[in-house]
């Protein structure tokens, strides 16, 4: 295969994983539109104030299609998280960088059937492993696997 083919990289839509929830939690926290978020983004790989060099640079347009479709979806996101909670918990007790993660996470799961679910919840417990040391990974793996049984039981069926 050449390079110039259009192969998925793994690690590149990782990486745009990891970006959209970033500008998701960014959002949140400034009020800012996904487009605002995702020119922010941009602007700082640019002028290399973002540029870890160990780290794939993202997918662009899975980073696009992540950020402003989760971002369109909000109000329905936080209902599905909510179900997917125990009665102790609702989507505004959670950490934002938490939201962000279910948001991004079970957006994905939802609209992109390319990806397989159980990829999904990993990519996204890997995610929460990388912001938290205690149980919240295991708060993701439940939730993301909760809705992912809800919304694509046909891959879990036995």
Do not use: C
Request: aromatic share 6%.
């Amino acid at each position: 295969m050449s390079k110039d083919s259009k192969r998925p990289d793994p690690a590149r839509f990782s990486a745009a994983r990891l970006a959209a929830v970033q500008a998701l939690y960014s959002m949140e926290m400034t009020g800012a539109t996904s487009v605002q978020a995702l020119n922010e983004y941009m602007e700082r790989t640019e002028t290399g104030k973002d540029s870890d060099k160990s780290m794939a640079k993202p997918d662009l347009e899975l980073l696009a299609m992540l950020v402003h479709g989760s971002s369109a979806e909000l109000p329905s996101l936080d209902e599905m998280i909510g179900g997917a909670l125990s009665t102790d918990w609702t989507v505004d007790r959670i950490e934002a960088i938490m939201r962000a993660i279910f948001r991004v996470g079970i957006w994905e799961i939802k609209n992109r059937p390319n990806t397989p679910a159980r990829v999904a919840i990993s990519e996204y417990v890997d995610l929460a492993r990388a912001f938290y040391s205690g149980t919240e990974p295991n708060l993701v793996n439940a939730v993301m696997d909760r809705m992912a049984r809800i919304l694509r039981p046909n891959e879990f069926d036995s």
